[in-house]
């Protein structure tokens, strides 16, 4: 059995692979994510028809396949609400994992990322399986999210068990395996750690709640009591990179997850000025790039313990760089 990277330095986590330059949630895109050196691929996973779990950002995939253009699945356009939220499109749970295969991944930021629609049309929609796999012959750790768990098993299509039973079928079911299992509910991850040992990691947001009401807002699960509660169920913390800073000066949440046995694993780094704050900015295109490796400095001097990019390159990069500072300053 693989064992889990090692905690002694920060893990870069490749985000939906390396989805700075490869459309996200496809095989090309975590292959780069390991070549650039990155510890932890991550699939977030929603159903299908059928029951396997398969990786995109959501169910709703016009944005990240070619659906649209497949007058085959016309008639599958259809609106729902999902956490409260009304959505029009096509969804994984109505197509089977044949049908989705014949689809094929594009790019979802466009605008944003124009050199990646070079790769629209090239890769499949992968399994959960095949991104195990993948996981396994490049001995990297996955950090699979589950998306929305209250709304599928309200539609009969919960992803708890099955994404328990591949990681059982995978050998991975203890606190050394090569899994960290993400959400920003609650109960779900309440669930899970009676079914499997594998590590857990409490997502939370600078803003809103947990969608099956299991806290008043997130702002409540950071307090230090607020982080207690969550560390009864999970290994670690998530959140967005944004809380740990109020403008320019850090906030207390690494140091109180900390304090309350969590690891801390902010997202997401990207390298374009839209997503830098203000002092990394380079310029006023919002498609260019900015100083990355220096935001993600700053953060690992904060005391993080693994953090979300879609630039793996820059991040081991900033990692390993203020690891060798470290070293240095000893």
Same mark, same amino acid.
């Given at each position: 059995?693989?064992?889990?990277?090692?905690?002694?330095?920060?893990?870069?986590?490749?985000? /939906?692979?390396?989805?700075?330059? /490869?459309?996200?949630?496809?095989?090309?895109?975590?292959?780069?994510?390991?070549?650039?050196?990155?510890?932890?691929?991550?699939?977030?996973?929603?159903?299908?028809?059928?029951?396997?779990?398969?990786?995109?950002? *959501?169910?709703?995939?016009?944005?990240?396949?070619?659906?649209?253009?497949?007058?085959?699945?016309?008639?599958?356009?259809?609106?729902?609400?999902?956490?409260?939220?009304?959505?029009?499109?096509?969804?994984?749970?109505?197509?089977?994992?044949?049908?989705?295969?014949? %689809?094929?991944?594009? *790019?979802?930021? #466009?605008?944003?990322?124009?050199?990646?629609?070079?790769?629209?049309?090239?890769?499949? =929609?992968?399994?959960?399986?095949?991104?195990?796999?993948? +996981?396994?012959?490049?001995?990297?750790?996955?950090?699979?999210?589950?998306?929305? #768990?209250?709304?599928?098993?309200?539609?009969?299509? !919960?992803?708890?068990?099955? %994404?328990?039973?591949?990681?059982?079928?995978? !050998?991975?079911?203890?606190?050394?395996?090569?899994?960290?299992?993400?959400?920003?509910?609650?109960?779900?991850?309440?669930?899970?750690?009676?079914?499997?040992?594998?590590?857990? =990691?409490?997502?939370?947001?600078?803003?809103?709640? #947990?969608?099956?009401?299991? &806290?008043?807002?997130?702002?409540?699960?950071?307090?230090?009591?607020?982080?207690?509660?969550?560390?009864?169920?999970?290994?670690?913390?998530?959140?967005?990179?944004?809380?740990?800073?109020? !403008?320019?000066?850090?906030?207390?949440?690494?140091?109180?997850?900390?304090?309350?046995?969590?690891?801390?694993?902010?997202?997401?780094?990207?390298?374009?000025?839209?997503?830098? #704050?203000?002092?990394?900015?380079?310029?006023?295109?919002?498609?260019?790039?900015?100083?990355?490796?220096? *935001?993600? &400095?700053? +953060?690992? /001097? %904060?005391?993080?313990? !693994?953090?979300?990019?879609?630039?793996?390159?820059?991040?081991?990069?900033?990692?390993? *760089?203020?690891?060798?500072?470290? %070293?240095?300053?000893?």
């Amino acid at each position: 059995m693989q064992a889990a990277p090692s905690l002694s330095d920060p893990i870069v986590i490749a985000h /939906r692979g390396a989805s700075g330059e /490869r459309p996200e949630h496809t095989i090309a895109a975590y292959e780069l994510a390991i070549a650039q050196g990155a510890d932890v691929i991550e699939p977030d996973l929603v159903p299908t028809k059928d029951g396997a779990l398969v990786a995109r950002h *959501e169910n709703e995939i016009s944005e990240t396949t070619d659906v649209a253009d497949h007058p085959e699945f016309a008639s599958r356009k259809t609106t729902k609400t999902i956490d409260g939220k009304e959505l029009t499109g096509w969804f994984t749970e109505d197509f089977t994992l044949a049908e989705l295969k014949t %689809l094929r991944a594009k *790019e979802r930021l #466009p605008l944003m990322r124009p050199d990646n629609r070079a790769f629209d049309g090239q890769e499949t =929609i992968p399994t959960f399986e095949e991104v195990i796999a993948l +996981a396994k012959k490049h001995g990297v750790a996955i950090y699979p999210e589950t998306k929305h #768990p209250s709304y599928f098993a309200s539609i009969g299509k !919960g992803t708890d068990a099955p %994404l328990v039973a591949a990681l059982q079928k995978a !050998g991975w079911d203890s606190a050394e395996a090569p899994v960290f299992i993400q959400s920003f509910e609650v109960k779900n991850l309440q669930r899970l750690r009676g079914m499997t040992k594998v590590r857990l =990691i409490q997502l939370v947001d600078g803003a809103g709640a #947990p969608a099956d009401g299991a &806290a008043p807002s997130y702002a409540a699960m950071v307090s230090p009591a607020g982080l207690k509660a969550v560390a009864v169920y999970a290994w670690g913390l998530g959140p967005n990179k944004g809380m740990l800073w109020d !403008g320019d000066a850090p906030t207390s949440i690494v140091a109180d997850a900390h304090a309350a046995g969590l690891r801390v694993h902010p997202w997401t780094y990207r390298a374009e000025n839209y997503f830098l #704050p203000g002092r990394h900015r380079d310029g006023i295109n919002p498609r260019g790039r900015g100083d990355l490796q220096g *935001e993600i &400095a700053e +953060a690992l /001097r %904060l005391g993080i313990d !693994g953090f979300f990019t879609d630039f793996p390159a820059i991040g081991v990069k900033a990692r390993d *760089e203020a690891r060798h500072a470290s %070293l240095g300053a000893k």
